[in-house]
C-alpha cells in the first residue's frame, strides 16, 4: 500500500504496516463527545478519566489532520461536529449535541 495510517490506542498488528500512527484517546479520557450505536442511536459521553497519555483528547488530533490536508476547520467541541454533520448528511438531520 502507498500510505497505511492508524489512528489507535495501542500498537497493534496492523500498526506495524503504518506509515504514520496516530495516537488516540479513550472515550474516558475525552471531554464530551457522541458516538453512534447500532440502529441510528447517538450516545452522550461524559470524561471520567484524566488527560489523555498522547496529549490530545479525539478532536484535537482529528483538527489538526484536517487541517494539514487542507480543510482549515475549528471546533470548540463535539458538539459542533454533530451540528455539522446533521447539517450536511440526511442521515443525522434533526440530531443535536442540546440535551433538551
Known amino acids: 500500500m502507498e500510505c497505511v495510517i492508524v ?10 504496516f503504518a506509515h504514520v500512527f496516530l495516537p488516540g484517546s479513550s472515550s474516558l479520557e475525552k471531554r464530551r463527545h457522541v458516538y453512534e450505536r447500532p ?8 470524561k471520567v478519566g484524566g488527560n ?10 482529528d483538527v489538526k489532520l484536517m487541517n494539514a ?11 459542533e461536529v454533530l451540528d455539522e454533520l446533521a447539517r450536511l448528511s440526511p442521515a443525522y438531520s434533526g440530531a443535536s449535541f442540546r440535551v433538551a
Open 7 to 16: 489512528h489507535d490506542l495501542f500498537l497493534n498488528e496492523t500498526s506495524k
Open 52 to 61: 489523555p497519555l498522547a496529549g490530545y483528547r479525539g478532536l484535537g488530533s
Open 69 to 79: 490536508m487542507g480543510y482549515d476547520v475549528q471546533y470548540a467541541h463535539a458538539g
Open 39 to 46: 440502529r441510528r442511536r447517538i450516545s452522550r459521553v461524559r
